[in-house]
């Protein structure tokens, strides 16, 4: 079965620098990968997913992720940090042919002016 | 798209009561989810419903706890006797096949004293 770790409970990042969160997944085979953002009260959103292809993927808000399956990673990076990025982020992976997600336990993102 | 509905918002209610919270999902979507949020145990997926039929419930708590899908546009969870360790955010998502990736609502925020 797959499993996620997102290492980083928690990350405070001044606004206007750099953020990277890391995520590790344990799958034998490629798996889906995504990550999904959620903001206080509100649902989940997703950011952006990897199937196949391209390893750096684009998603929304100005995020990108990058897929290493040497390191089975998936890292979310966005170059300048707007307050209203502060949210949890969550990782999660899914396996072709499965409808299951695992969902990693999340890291709390904290801008400071 | 109006994406994911749920209803209510916010549930507070009694020990012993029953419980019903609702989703309609994206149209077009044939896959539907139910998840458990609780800061002790993350997400938790509870149900997967294919073509309105339930595929997975290995994640329902317990016998209590009861799901249907009377057509493609509608979901109920059902939680009778409700408990206090029944409180949690319920979020119910949905994908357009069972592999793709799952857009959440945004939740139900239950609480059972």
């Known amino acids: 079965a797959q499993s996620v770790t997102q290492p980083d409970i928690h990350i405070t990042v001044s606004e206007g620098a750099s953020l990277e969160l890391r995520c590790n997944y344990s799958?034998?085979?490629?798996?889906?990968l995504f990550w999904y953002v959620q903001s206080p009260g509100q649902g989940l959103q997703l950011l952006l997913k990897y199937f196949s292809g391209d390893t750096l993927v684009q998603g929304i808000k100005g995020f990108e992720a990058e897929f290493k399956r040497s390191q089975s990673s998936f890292n979310l990076r966005k170059p300048s940090v707007h307050w209203s990025d502060a949210a949890e982020y969550f990782c999660a992976v899914g396996a072709r042919g499965d409808y299951k997600l695992s969902f990693g336990a999340g890291t709390t993102v904290t801008v400071r002016a | 798209d109006a994406g994911v509905i749920q209803s209510p918002r916010h549930e507070v209610t009694e020990m012993g009561q029953e419980v019903t919270l609702r989703c309609k999902p994206i149209s077009g979507h044939n896959s539907l989810f139910w998840y458990r949020q609780t800061m002790m145990r993350g997400l938790e997926l509870l149900i997967y419903?294919?073509?309105?039929?339930?595929?997975?419930d290995s994640g329902m708590p317990e016998d209590r706890f009861s799901a249907k899908m009377p057509n493609a546009s509608f979901s109920t969870l059902k939680i009778q006797p409700s408990e206090p360790r029944d409180s949690a955010v319920y979020f119910c998502?949905?994908?357009?096949?069972?592999?793709?990736?799952?857009?959440f609502g945004p939740g139900t925020r239950l609480t059972v004293l």
């Open positions: 998502a949905s994908s357009l096949t069972s592999y793709n990736e799952q857009f």
């Open positions: 799958y034998g085979a490629t798996p889906y």
């Open positions: 419903f294919n073509n309105n039929v339930p595929i997975d």
